[in-house]
C-alpha cells in the first residue's frame, strides 16, 4: 500500500491564482481531511469528509473548497490564493481511531 | 469549544536527561488522546494513543502518556532522549462534535535535544 500520498510537495503561486492540491490514499478509509500547519498553531482542521459526496467545513476552511467524489480522492481547491494561505498541507485518512498522515504540500503564495 | 494546550512550545535538553511534555484538554466528554511527532522535514507518526483502560500507555521509542481525567491532561514522558528524539510532538484530542468524530491538535512543542 502506498498510504496517503500527496502533490505537489512543493508550490509556488502568485496572489489570486488557483490551484488544486491532490491527496489520495489506497487503504479505503471513508474518513478522509485536510489540515494547515502553521509554526506555533499546530494543525488546523480545513475540512473534512466522512465518505464519496459528504464533506463538512473544519476549523478553517474560507478560501478552501473540496469535493469527494471517490473513496480514494479528496483534492483541496485553492479558488484565488492569498499570503495567508502560505503553509504547509496535510492531507491524513482514518480508520477507527487511526489517522494516517500525508507527505504534505508546502506552499508559498506571493 | 474545545481545545488543546500544550504548556511548552520549545523545549531544549541534553542527551540522557528526562521529558515530560504538558497537555490538556478541554473537552467534557468521552476523548480519545493521541500523541504525534513530527521528525525534520516529515509528515505526523503516531507516537501513542489512549482510548480506555490503564491510563498509563506505552508507545513507540520508550515513550509513555499518562491520562489523568480529573486534570485532563495527557502528558507524555521519556526517561532518557536521544539526540534523535529531535522533534516536534502535538498532543490531539478526537471528540465526538456536529455529528463526527473530529481530531483537534495542540500548537505543539518544539524539542532540541543536544548531544
Known amino acids: 500500500n502506498a498510504g496517503v500520498t500527496q502533490t505537489p510537495k512543493f508550490q509556488v503561486l502568485k496572489t489570486g491564482q488557483s490551484m488544486t492540491l491532490q491527496c489520495a490514499q489506497d487503504?479505503?478509509?471513508?474518513?478522509m481531511s485536510w489540515y494547515r500547519q502553521d509554526p506555533g498553531m499546530g494543525l488546523r482542521l480545513i475540512h473534512y469528509?466522512?465518505?464519496?459526496?459528504?464533506?463538512d467545513q473544519g476549523e478553517v476552511p474560507n478560501g478552501y473548497n473540496v469535493s469527494r467524489s471517490t473513496t480514494e480522492d479528496f483534492p483541496l481547491r485553492l479558488l484565488s490564493a492569498a499570503p495567508s494561505q502560505t503553509s504547509v498541507y496535510f492531507c491524513?485518512?482514518?480508520?477507527?481511531?487511526?489517522?494516517?498522515f500525508g507527505p504534505g504540500t508546502r506552499l508559498t503564495v506571493l | 469549544a474545545q481545545s488543546v494546550s500544550q504548556h511548552n512550545h520549545h523545549v531544549i535538553l541534553s542527551e540522557a536527561a528526562s521529558l515530560e511534555l504538558g497537555c490538556n484538554y478541554s473537552?467534557?466528554?468521552?476523548?480519545?488522546l493521541f500523541w504525534y511527532v513530527q521528525y525534520p522535514g516529515q509528515h505526523l507518526q503516531l507516537l501513542l494513543k489512549?482510548?480506555?483502560?490503564?491510563?498509563l500507555v506505552k508507545g513507540i521509542k520508550g515513550f509513555e502518556a499518562e491520562f489523568i481525567k480529573s486534570k485532563f491532561s495527557f502528558n507524555l514522558r521519556k526517561p532518557s532522549v536521544q539526540w534523535s528524539d529531535t522533534a516536534e510532538y502535538f498532543c490531539?484530542?478526537?471528540?465526538?462534535?456536529?455529528?463526527?468524530?473530529?481530531?483537534?491538535f495542540g500548537a505543539g512543542t518544539r524539542l532540541a535535544v543536544h548531544p
Open positions: 491524513a485518512s482514518s480508520y477507527s481511531n487511526e489517522q494516517f
Open positions: 487503504m479505503n478509509h471513508e474518513y
Open positions: 469528509s466522512v465518505g464519496a459526496g459528504i464533506t
Open positions: 473537552y467534557g466528554g468521552t476523548v480519545n
Open positions: 489512549y482510548f480506555s483502560g490503564d491510563p
Open positions: 490531539a484530542v478526537k471528540v465526538f462534535s456536529g455529528g463526527y468524530n473530529k481530531l483537534i
